[in-house]
């Protein structure tokens, strides 16, 4: 008695007719271009056979993206037979590139179709890999991207088909009496597995999740880092998934409900990818799934149909970033490393969405912690692919840079300030060598230098507003500058006790560059990334001799009398205690009934000495009020 597998397969031999490779092989004109299908669904068989038979092969182009499996066409040992054509650098061709056996070329991968359809790279013949036939259709299974382009372009098609690959809905199917020969291959679909999450993957991932609102369009590259990412976002909602590669951990995502795509424009209801890559979870996983549609990467990396989804967030990598912030991405130096892929798709399609996050992720280091990944310039050699134009958000362990609209100080400071701190005194002098930043900018310290996160909270101050508190960063400069301006000349008098006409450079740098443990500022700040506005401040400066530390605030005139000095001062003093700093010392105008009541709040001992108007205030943190 037959099996249903056995019947499945006969019925879908019956649809079409195998040949060995070596009769498929015969019908190819010497001399012409080779496509090999993509991924993980890059056709080994066939591949294997061109090692084999490599006698049927004189002077070809061979032309792939990213593949997964042996490349025996980029080998040096087939130089006279082929030359391989990278339009990505996989790492089972990149020896090749380096050793000059083999060619790269940089393309944006949404522009490959067209180069394909267009006959700028015209193709003799298209191998691939297929799914079993259903209906004289036939699915590209896991790698549409640009192989149904590829197909649909090439003189001639030979189809690896493969019991075992997935069959996908969407974009994704050719007609199989497109396809010359079949040949027969039944193997397991080759498994990329993640590597493990390291603390400082798990960092960056905790930071990019800051970035993703409920109700976000997702798309993630290759790598620990986007994985790291996507295992960062387990308690968000209704997030939506717009991807060229889809990993598993999007399955996990799915799986677990936070992505529902019920608020996508388009596609809604559906994950959309242009390939799969990961394990054999994930191809069964997509395996005859209507909610998960693929599409060729001319459509899924067209930044105007990215640019048409609402809070899409692009979550891609780099090799490095400079100062003024270009990002490297494909190269180390001058040693070709990938490809531009579709990060600079994503990048300016996210950029073009409604509430959307262009994102670059890196480590801040290499060459375990001995090479800053942000430089003062590119290293020689090492190409541009994402523009400091087009960038938008930096992340690395360390924290968020938002550089875009900013100045080539501003970039230069906040990327000095998610640099590693090991290596951020040296950016500040190459910075003042290079005049991008004050030539006076004071060093960062380097006694307590980890920005610490967990002080950051929100609250609703009384009028229903969300502020957050956070420690000062270095990069906060300008604006501190803008809240002295926007403060009226009482609340400036109130402050310096002079109606003061300026706040310059150096007095607003000191207020910004502190130790967060001796010396500390607390900001309260309105909007998000790209607009954020700070509109109180509170910092204190420990006085070694004494053990005491002075405390001073100021809060927008608009967001007085609503909560902020209180919360700023309380938390304040909540960090100098843990710190081990015994209280606080301050100067109060004797008229300044806000501020005195402010200071009051936070219990404790206090003493008072008026003189000419002005109150000196001492509190102990850990002694009771004397009556």
Not at 373 to 401: N, S
Not at 524 to 540: F, K, N, Q, T
Request: overall charge negative; hydrophobic content about 40%.
């Amino acid at each position: 008695m037959k099996s249903c597998v056995e019947e499945n397969t006969q019925a879908w031999m019956r649809e079409i007719k195998c040949v060995s490779v070596v009769e498929a092989f015969r019908h190819i004109v010497r001399g012409t271009r080779i496509f090999i299908g993509s991924g993980a669904a890059a056709p080994l068989t066939l591949i294997e056979a061109m090692d084999t038979h490599s006698e049927y092969f004189v002077d070809h182009e061979v032309v792939s993206i990213l593949t997964e499996g042996p490349a025996p066409y980029a080998t040096e040992k087939h130089a006279l037979r082929f030359r391989y054509n990278a339009l990505f650098i996989g790492g089972n061709v990149r020896g090749s590139v380096e050793a000059g056996h083999a060619d790269y070329t940089p393309i944006f991968l949404s522009e490959i179709p067209r180069m394909f359809k267009e006959g700028q790279m015209p193709l003799g013949v298209a191998m691939i890999q297929v799914a079993p036939p259903r209906d004289g259709m036939c699915s590209l299974g896991v790698s549409v991207d640009v192989v149904k382009a590829a197909a649909e372009s090439a003189d001639m098609i030979i189809a690896e088909v493969n019991p075992q690959m997935p069959f996908t809905v969407g974009d994704s199917c050719i007609p199989a009496n497109d396809i010359d020969y079949f040949i027969l291959g039944d193997h397991a679909i080759p498994e990329l597995r993640a590597r493990p999450i390291t603390p400082e993957n798990k960092r960056i991932g905790k930071n990019i999740a800051k970035l993703v609102d409920d109700g976000s369009t997702i798309q993630a590259g290759i790598g620990a880092i986007p994985d790291a990412a996507l295992s960062m976002l387990k308690d968000k909602k209704d997030l939506g998934v717009h991807t060229e590669m889809m990993s598993d951990g999007f399955v996990d995502l799915i799986e677990q409900g936070v992505v529902t795509n019920r608020f996508k424009k388009k596609h809604k209801g559906k994950s959309v990818t242009s390939f799969m890559l990961g394990t054999k979870r994930l191809y069964d996983f997509v395996r005859d799934r209507d909610d998960i549609e693929c599409y060729p990467c001319d459509y899924t990396n067209d930044p105007y149909v990215i640019g048409q989804i609402d809070k899409m967030v692009a979550i891609n990598t780099a090799v490095e970033v400079d100062l003024t912030g270009q990002v490297c991405s494909d190269s180390i130096g001058a040693r070709f490393y990938s490809g531009i892929g579709g990060q600079v798709d994503f990048i300016r399609g996210a950029a073009r969405s409604k509430g959307g996050k262009p994102i670059i992720a890196l480590p801040s280091t290499a060459k375990n912690g001995t090479v800053s990944r942000i430089k003062p310039r590119l290293q020689r050699g090492g190409g541009v692919v994402t523009t400091r134009g087009d960038v938008h958000y930096v992340v690395t362990e360390w924290g968020i840079a938002s550089l875009h609209g900013k100045t080539v100080r501003e970039r230069a400071m906040a990327l000095i300030e998610i640099a590693h701190p090991k290596f951020r005194p040296w950016l500040l002098a190459e910075a003042k060598q290079h005049k991008y930043v004050y030539a006076d900018q004071a060093d960062p310290p380097i006694t307590m230098p980890i920005y610490p996160q967990d002080l950051e909270f929100y609250f609703k101050d009384r009028n229903g507003v969300d502020i957050l508190i956070r420690p000062v960063r270095i990069s906060d400069e300008d604006q501190m500058h803008d809240l002295f301006y926007s403060m009226s000349d009482e609340s400036l008098y109130q402050r310096f006790f002079a109606y003061t006409k300026s706040v310059p450079h150096a007095s607003l740098q000191n207020l910004c560059v502190v130790d967060y443990h001796k010396s500390m500022a607390l900001v309260a700040s309105v909007g998000d990334m790209d607009s954020e506005r700070i509109i109180g401040m509170a910092r204190y400066v420990h006085d070694k001799d004494t053990g005491f530390a002075e405390a001073e605030f100021a809060v927008a005139d608009e967001y007085q009398n609503r909560g902020t000095g209180t919360t700023l001062i309380l938390k304040l003093a909540e960090v100098a205690k843990s710190n081990g700093i015994k209280g606080f010392i301050a100067d109060v105008l004797s008229n300044n009934a806000q501020m005195l009541h402010l200071f009051g709040k936070l219990g404790g001992r206090h003493e008072s000495l008026c003189n000419q108007g002005i109150y000196s205030l001492k509190i102990w943190f850990d002694e009771e009020a004397t009556t």
